[in-house]
Each structure stands twice: as structure tokens, then as C-alpha cells.
């Protein structure tokens, strides 16, 4: 099978500024991230994407609900 719900981000923080990648399914879990840091976003990108193709990862995890339901407050009297 092939990759299905699965993304590469790039992202940086203050103490490593640099950039790099890191490969999540649509439920925002982790499947790898890089330990290499990358002067921009789209080298991060671009190397995030070529491991991603070579794992072969299927997502299989269900996505988190975005909403919360309010049906509980309809049947307050």
C-alpha cells in the first residue's frame, strides 16, 4: 500500500532555529522527525518528503474530533 494520510511540516523553535522535518498522520501523531537541521523550509520540505516516500507509511490511526458536540446542553429543561 501506499502513503495515505500521512504529511510532512517543517518547523523551527527558539533554541534551534534552523529548520526541520518531521513526518505526522492527520490525527497529529509522530512518525519520525529529522535530527539534521536545514537552512530553509523548503530544503526541510524536500528531505521530509524523500524519507516519507521511503518508510511507505500507511496511516492507519482514526482522527481526533476538531469539534466538541453540544447535544448534551439541547435536553437541559
Known sequence: MGLTHVDV????????PDWRWR???YAGEMVEESYESFATIALAITEG??????LNVVDRSVPARSYRST??????A
Open 49 to 54: 518528503t524523500k524519507r516519507m516516500t521511503a
Open 9 to 16: 511540516t517543517a518547523f523551527s523553535t527558539p533554541n534551534r
Open 71 to 76: 447535544s448534551h446542553l439541547r435536553n437541559r
Open 23 to 25: 513526518i505526522v498522520t
